[in-house]
């Protein structure tokens, strides 16, 4: 990837700052956006202590005025964009689908599925511009089975899966490839918070993947970057299922 300019939405933290770190490691430079500067200058200074160049760039994906800021910051910066993966997500409490109020409900679509939209529209004619590159839009299992108390986080992310397949249908033939990356659970803080002072529900949270654990950062950061990389030339459209083996858990036998 080197030569390559990378862009990560939401990379100040988690999933976002590996997959970041990830790319400034295959040799491209980073633009960081997320919506907490002080984060994304975080992970843009551990890119550059390592020996990478990154630049950090505040931006609310719900706002489209903060996206095409983004996009004129790669492109001012270093002259186009190549590789994206939209990271940022918003997430209501869990509550059952009668319980969700409308103001979280919008709040969830607004930066989860709209979000990505207005990124996508940005980032793909910059990215075709700029001699063609890939996209991984990071969506969930949620998004592709439903979740209970998660109703307005599975459709937006469900929502995702849709629009990413649209996307890389319309610029197939126009070197831009579009996935997405469907995770299990993540080691993030934000899961450490939703599981803090609920031992049974941690126990539970980790028995429901096959392999008994959560996903690290980085690993969920691999699958993007291998996307995102020549190696997946000719896959475009596809949503890689990467989460331990929650799929295929047995709910019967406990092996």
């Known amino acids: 990837m080197k030569g390559k300019v990378a862009l990560v939405m939401g990379g100040g933290a988690g999933t976002g700052r590996a997959t970041a770190m990830a790319f400034a490691r295959e040799g491209a430079r980073v633009v960081v956006a997320d919506i907490n500067e002080t984060l ?30 983004v996009m004129e910051a790669a492109r001012s910066t270093w002259g186009g964009l190549h590789l994206v993966s939209n990271n940022a997500a918003a997430a209501p409490p869990n509550k059952a689908l009668t319980d969700i109020t409308e103001e979280e409900w919008d709040r969830c679509m607004s930066v989860t599925l709209r979000g990505v939209w207005l990124c996508l529209k940005h980032e793909l004619p910059l990215i075709e511009a700029s001699g063609g590159g890939a996209i991984v839009n990071v969506a969930s299992l949620s998004g592709l089975r439903g979740d209970p108390h998660q109703g307005a986080y599975a459709a937006a992310k469900g929502g995702v899966l849709a629009l990413s397949k649209t996307a890389a249908t319309e610029y197939a033939r126009r070197g831009v490839r579009v996935n997405t990356v469907c995770p299990g659970g993540i080691a993030t803080r934000g899961m450490e ?30 699958a993007v970057v291998y996307l995102c990389s020549d190696r997946a030339s000719f896959i475009t459209g596809h949503d890689l299922v990467v989460d331990g083996g929650v799929l295929v858990r047995s709910n019967v036998i406990d092996l």
């Open 193 to 222: 918070f939703y599981l803090q002072g609920m031992p049974e529900l941690r126990q539970r949270t980790l028995d429901v993947h096959a392999m008994g654990r959560l996903a690290e950062p980085a690993e969920i950061a691999d």
């Open 40 to 69: 994304a200058q975080k992970t843009a200074g551990l890119i550059k202590a390592a020996g990478g160049e990154a630049l950090a760039v505040r931006a609310d994906m719900a706002r489209a005025a903060d996206i095409q800021a």
